[in-house]
T-cell receptor, first 109, second 114 residues
């Protein structure tokens, strides 16, 4: 499986944007970039995914580098409810998500 | 609530006992996944089904573990002769069959083996 590298933790202030980086230098041409998050005591929750172009949805934006070796998840205005572990995952054709340790996001009021 | 449902939420058992967990996926989802998560780690893949067929099993799934999905609806995960190392959160997820369909996770069953 292609690997991703994320910072262990990040802090943000409430109502400020949060930029979560992810490096995936060994990504293959068919790998999609998926982001999930896990709030305390809950199962993971899908956030967004993309292949080459930047993507936006109601939860976040995903900016993908032109060479696809890195990507950034953007939370436009962090709230206390966004405090969670965020996972960047490459998904190939086997449909199986392989989670790493993720980035723990703390939001200060 | 039409999300993925897992029962029980918590299970405490003594070493050597058998336990069974149940997962009810979102009704139109063909694929069903089981993951295990220990404290401070990301979820680890155990197995997945497409309809009633079990298509892949992780090497983490020892002979003491068995999963079924009769009729392609709900699924059960059984652990026989539990060990303290089996203590973890067991997560179930479901998705549509199309590639890159998001996985929808339940809130898990937390197993504690004493």
């Amino acid at each position: 499986d292609a690997k991703t590298t994320q910072p262990n933790s990040m802090e943000s202030n409430e109502e400020e944007p949060v930029h979560l980086p992810c490096n995936h230098s060994t990504i293959s041409g068919t790998d999609y970039i998926h982001w999930y998050r896990q709030l305390p005591s809950q199962g993971p929750e899908y956030v967004i995914h993309g292949l080459t172009s930047n993507v936006n949805n109601r939860m976040a934006s995903l900016a993908i580098a032109e060479d696809r070796k890195s990507s950034t998840l953007i939370l436009h205005r962090a709230t206390l409810r966004d405090a969670a572990v965020y996972y960047c995952i490459l998904l190939s054709n086997d449909y199986k998500l392989s989670f790493g340790a993720g980035t723990t996001v703390t939001v200060r009021a | 609530d039409t999300g993925v449902s897992q029962n029980p939420r918590h299970k405490i058992t003594k070493r050597g006992q058998n336990v069974t967990f149940r997962c009810d996926p979102i009704s139109e989802h063909n694929r069903l996944y089981w993951y295990r998560q220990t404290l401070g780690q990301g979820p680890e893949f155990l197995t997945y089904f497409q309809n009633e067929a079990q298509l892949e099993k992780s090497r983490l799934l020892s002979d003491r573990f068995s999963a079924e999905r009769p009729k392609g609806s709900f699924s059960t995960l059984e652990i026989q002769r539990t060990e303290q190392g089996d203590s973890a959160m067991y997560l179930c997820a479901s998705s549509l069959w199309e590639a890159n369909s998001p996985l929808h996770f339940g809130n898990g069953t937390r197993l504690t083996v004493t």
